[in-house]
């Protein structure tokens, strides 16, 4: 390298720290702008009213359900109320009342002043509703029991979820589930309201 082009070396490298590349600004640049764009600032206000709409469904559905298990627990406060004031009176074979019943009579009897129709045979009962648990009976489930043979041949209206009341052999009476008797002899459970 000629002797006179020496000092071009460091004037180059220095002439490239000092002046604006190409491009470059010597004039501070604003920051970008990082803001939201206006299509998903709307898709996020679009997601928050759609969470909140959901919320208040939600809250109106459960209202809606909480009020049909008070209405349900109502008519079944008037089958529990209706077995229960029939106790005390006689038992007849095929018998539906006033004055005497058997075993599903009694329970068609109560469930037709809650406006239920139901069959008026513990097989034709044991065909109503859904299962309910032993462990999840509630006032107005049907219980059932097994007295004659194999299969629901008593049924009784659950008055707790130990004791029922039906018709027996010796007249309407309430009697718990979980005796020896009555226990040995559950066959099941059904939730018809």
Known sequence: MPRHWRWLVPMTALIACVLPRAGASAVPQARPDLSIPPAEDQIDRAAHVATAEALVDRKEHNRERARARAAQAHEADG??????????????????GPAAFDCSGLTAFAYARAGLQLPHNSQGLMAAGRPVDRGDIRPGDLVFFSTAGPGASHVGIATGSTT???????????????????????????RVL
Do not use: F
């Open 79 to 96: 089958v529990v109320a209706t077995a229960v004031a029939q106790i005390g009176d006689g038992y007849a074979w095929g018998g539906s």
């Open 164 to 190: 029922v009341v039906s018709a027996t052999n010796s007249g309407v009476m309430e009697h718990s589930t979980t005796d020896a008797y009555w226990g040995g002899h559950y066959v099941g459970a059904r």
